[in-house]
């Protein structure tokens, strides 16, 4: 079955259209893939709907709150898809932004706010299987980490050792951690 | 001058079509707040733009991370706006989300994410003064606090006494804590 599916994958991918100079393939399944699995950083994912947020909590001696801000975006379709069947869509995009965060005594306690961008995490859901042989993509999901010095090219260069690891614990949610996400429900 | 801003607001509301049922002024400088200044709080600011994020440290012993997480959203246009001007234009809406927060160990270490909704506070930017003598209004802005509880009654009862205080600091940014918010920046 799997096999029968990256087929049909590879039928979609042979009457697509090449963007001159995008890198993207019209009629693909993704704007953030090519027609090789390379994955981009979607630029506009600040615009799209929040899904959640994850504090990490500082490990220093004598402080307190959170030293970094993982804040979650996916399209607004995708919100909707995923509200009416509990999955993500085939071609579902995850945008996890890093944020450093610093902490002050504010009117209200001592409060975290994010400050420099670190990086972000992108995920592409393909249900389909097709990028094989292609290390950035498996599991069901493409796989990307851009650091904030370079967001034109990702620094995974296997996602079975660069992501999948953290990942384990959700690996029944289909890899993703639903639970900080109320961006999910209505 | 305020007076002059005041007299032009009354001339508005008094052109304005009342919407049967919905409490709403057509017209108006607000869908979220009535005729008497009553405020309302939006039902899908979930689908605006996320400005940003505070995580409330948590006070207990031998805990860390954060105990809430009170998310921050507005409408696109809004965002538009301000990186054009730099100041929230009149009828910007802020919507700041309340939440309960869990800390868990995970694999990336102690990491905090939102869990029950306890309230929502809204500020409804009025650069005209409209609401002479509505205690929710004043300083530039409407502002309102809903708990879980009920989400169609504000428990604001004075804005002077029950919102201004924690935003004293921020007088100075229209009363607006922007260090907070990256979504504010392109």
Chains 1, 2 share one sequence.
């Not at 699995?37 to 990490?56: A, E, H, M, Q, Y």
């Not at 579902?92 to 209200?108: G, I, R």
């Not at 409060?111 to 993509?137: H, P, Q, V």
């Amino acid at each position: 079955m799997k096999m029968l599916l990256a087929a049909a994958g590879v039928v979609v991918m042979a009457g697509a259209v090449v963007f001159a100079g995008g890198g993207a393939v019209a009629g693909s399944f993704s704007p953030y893939a090519d027609e090789k699995g390379n994955i981009s950083l979607p630029k506009d994912f600040r615009n799209w709907r929040f899904l959640g947020t994850w504090g990490v909590a500082t490990d220093e001696d004598n402080q307190v709150g959170s030293k970094g801000f993982h804040n979650v975006y996916t399209r607004p379709e995708t919100v909707e898809a995923f509200r009416k069947t509990g999955k993500f869509p085939d071609g579902a995009v995850l945008v996890k932004e890093l944020f450093k965060a610093k902490t002050d005594s504010m009117t209200t306690g001592e409060i975290s706010y994010a400050s420099e961008t670190e990086g972000w995490f992108i995920m592409i859901k393909d249900a389909e299987g097709r990028f094989k042989g292609n290390k950035l993509w498996g599991d069901g999901w493409g796989w990307a980490l851009f650091n904030a010095e370079n967001p034109t090219k990702t620094v995974t260069e296997d996602y079975k050792s660069d992501c999948l690891p953290c990942h384990e614990p959700a690996k029944k949610d289909d890899w993703i951690y639903l639970r900080g996400y109320p961006g999910l429900k209505n």
